[in-house]
């Protein structure tokens, strides 16, 4: 059974700093998706990723992805206020399910 | 271009009711279909999909179900609600030639009171 882990999975961002959210999934894959999700609302695809190797750029994120190792990397550079959002990734299971990661949700400290 | 549709974006039921949320998708054709669910400050769980008119797989014994009557239309049901089907649901597509995303809905928010 294909499982799939993120880390972490509350991030608390601070504007201008750079963090990283690791997923792990538990058997090989022919694709993973990286989506971002505001509160209350929908799901929104930031990048699918195909083959080893593959990295994808959009603004100040980048998702890379190692198959051999089965981890994928979603890096946020320079966070500003408009990243604070959940950010999901998800694993296809080489047939017709995806099977997503617990979230990591932003964290304000109080 | 294509586009999902879900509706009622919201719901309130009452524990016992009975339940039909209604996906269409529209711009494209034979998509596969899926219906996740997520519960308060949780991840998304696969419930469903469906890769063809009247082909559904279920993930998860409950006491939903799901059909495909159209092409492009996909139907989350249950006969009777319980207190824990309360969540986002959210019905997804992805094409089944062409580029490998997967697109959500807008969602339908439920709650069972």
């Known amino acids: 059974e294909l499982k799939v882990e993120q880390n972490p999975l509350f991030l608390s961002m601070q504007e201008g700093k750079n963090y990283t959210i690791y997923c792990n999934y538990s058997t090989t894959s022919d694709r993973l998706y990286w989506y971002r999700q505001d509160p209350g609302k929908s799901l929104e695809s930031l990048f699918v990723?195909?083959?080893?190797?593959a990295v994808k750029q959009e603004g100040r994120l980048m998702a890379s992805l190692d198959t051999k190792a089965r981890l994928s990397t979603l890096h946020i550079t320079a966070a500003v206020h408009d990243l604070s959002a959940t950010y999901f990734c998800a694993v296809n299971t080489g047939g017709f399910k995806t099977i997503f990661g617990a979230g990591t949700r932003p964290f304000v400290k109080a | 271009s294509q586009t999902i549709h879900q509706w009622p974006a919201t719901l309130v039921q009452p524990v016992g009711s009975p339940l039909s949320l209604e996906c269409t998708v529209e711009g494209t054709s034979n998509p596969n279909l899926y219906w996740y669910r997520q519960a308060a400050g949780r991840g998304l769980q696969l419930l469903f999909y469906s890769v063809g008119i009247g082909q559904i797989s279920s993930e998860v014994p409950q006491n939903l179900s799901a059909s495909r009557p159209q092409d492009r239309q996909f139907i989350l049901s249950s006969k009777k609600l319980l207190l824990s089907d309360s969540g986002f649901y959210l019905c997804a597509w992805r094409g089944t030639s062409g580029g490998p995303s997967l697109y959500f809905g807008p969602g339908t928010r439920l709650t069972v009171t």
């Open positions: 990723l195909l083959s080893n190797g």
